[in-house]
């Protein structure tokens, strides 16, 4: 069965994306992704969205628009993605190492996770960007 993770591409008011530094497992740690997590079993991608926001960043988000489909995570994983906006709350690293708002054009100034770099050009086209 393929099993999905859900992440968030946060957008603020002034266009930022917020970008969130992994502080584990070791092989991933200091990689630079959407925050998100893994779908429970039984649970809707969105409201896991939502949950996995609340429990990363301390915010409730309002989830928008899916950037793309189902984006490889290797093995039989898949990564979805959504816009979202933050509508209670400051976002907290409670499980991250950082958190960084960047412009679209800071975008390339943290190193992402090889499964999170494409989806991120995919938002910056989303955005208006290039
Ligand atoms: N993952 C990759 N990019 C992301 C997220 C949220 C997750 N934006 C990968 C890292 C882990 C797996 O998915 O191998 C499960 O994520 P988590 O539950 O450890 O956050
Ligand atoms: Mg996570």
Redesign the pocket.
Same mark, same amino acid.
């Given at each position: 069965m393929r099993r999905v993770?859900?992440?968030a591409a946060i957008v603020d008011g002034a266009g930022r994306l917020l970008a969130?530094q992994?502080a584990?497992?070791p092989e #991933?740690a200091g990689g630079w992704?959407?925050? $998100? $997590?893994?779908v429970d079993p039984g649970e809707d991608d969105r409201t896991a969205l939502v949950r996995?926001c609340r429990e990363?960043l301390g915010v409730l988000i309002e989830v928008g628009e899916a950037v793309g489909g189902d984006w490889p #995570? $290797?093995g039989d994983?898949v #990564?979805r993605?959504w816009l979202a906006s933050v509508v209670e709350g400051e976002p907290e690293a409670k499980?991250h190492r950082e958190l960084r708002w960047l412009a679209l054009d800071e975008l390339d100034e943290v190193a992402w #996770?090889p499964?999170?770099l494409p989806?991120v050009r995919a938002v910056r086209a989303l955005l208006g960007g290039i």
């Open positions: 993770v859900v992440g969130a992994r584990q497992p #991933l992704e959407f925050p $998100g $997590g893994k996995e990363e #995570l $290797g994983r #990564l993605v499980e #996770l499964a999170d989806i």
